[in-house]
């Protein structure tokens, strides 16, 4: 049996005296698959995604990256292993797109060359043409052009994992729907592990290889979308699905 990529065990996080963020919460992610986060706000979705690479800590339980708990690891040196896109890009706007794709490799010591190679591969994968959009700024791109360069970014060293924090919420449809194309024909070809946040669920079905719903803390169902939708484990799963208007069965 292959072991798992991320996972977390009788995981609970309390902000406060009274804030139970996640309560006895167990997930494996395995290798090369898309997971997607999805629950209305406060569900804890959000704090999970953040404990998977060292932003936030269980008040119990254990957090494991390739069977080894963080707890103890230097934060920074796990995220510079862990690709990261928040939901406005986090971009550093006083940096070009070539500097911000470079900035995790340029923090781990990669040659000027090696990273300007990366760099302009980088782009080509993400459809923006590196003799246009290198020396362009943040405030320069489209919406949607900042989120291709954040996840080049996320993917500039190369990293296993990837985690996505409602990477496509802040776009029109259009232009999310366009991504959301475009993330399905990369994650084909990249094999890379990817977890998702989103508040909606047809874009968990359209994502994702499972989706874990999550409710006031708690983890109640984590399957397919074709589990979800022939066997729901919870009345709240079964009214989430009816806003649901496109799937695999459409």
């Known amino acids: 049996m292959k072991s798992p990529v991320l996972s977390l065990h009788d995981v609970c996080k309390t902000f406060g005296p009274h804030v139970q963020a996640l309560q006895d919460l167990n997930l494996n992610i395995f290798h090369g698959e898309t997971v997607v986060l999805i629950g209305e706000s406060g569900s804890g979705k959000t704090t999970l995604l953040r404990m998977l690479n060292g932003l936030e800590h269980p008040t119990s339980g254990a957090v494991r990256i390739h069977g080894e708990s963080i707890h103890g690891r230097d934060p920074i040196e796990i995220r510079r292993h862990i690709g990261y896109v928040q939901q406005d890009g986090g971009l550093l706007p006083h940096w070009t797109v070539e500097e911000n794709i470079g900035l995790v490799p340029l923090l781990l010591g990669w040659d000027v060359d090696t990273r300007a190679a990366r760099v ?13 959009f290198r020396t362009r700024y943040p405030i320069q791109l489209s919406g949607g052009q900042r989120q291709r360069v954040a996840f080049a970014r996320a993917l500039a060293a190369d990293p296993d994992i990837i985690l996505f924090d409602e990477p496509f919420g802040a776009l029109d449809a259009i232009t999310r729907h366009q991504l959301q194309e475009e993330f399905l024909e990369l994650k084909q070809r990249l094999n890379k592990t990817l977890t998702m946040v989103t508040h909606d669920i047809d874009e968990a079905f359209l994502l994702g290889d ?11 169902q984590f399957g397919s979308p074709e589990e979800l939708l022939y066997a729901p484990a919870h ?4 009214h989430l699905l009816q806003h649901r208007s496109r799937g695999r069965d459409s």
């Not at 302009?120 to 246009?132: G, N, R, T, V």
């Not at 499972?210 to 109640?220: E, F, P």
């Not at 009345?235 to 079964?238: G, M, T």
């Open 120 to 132: 302009e591969a980088l782009l080509e994968l993400i459809h923006l043409d590196p003799s246009q």
């Open 210 to 220: 499972r989706i874990a719903v999550l409710k006031d803390g708690h983890l109640l």
């Open 235 to 238: 009345e709240y799963i079964s």
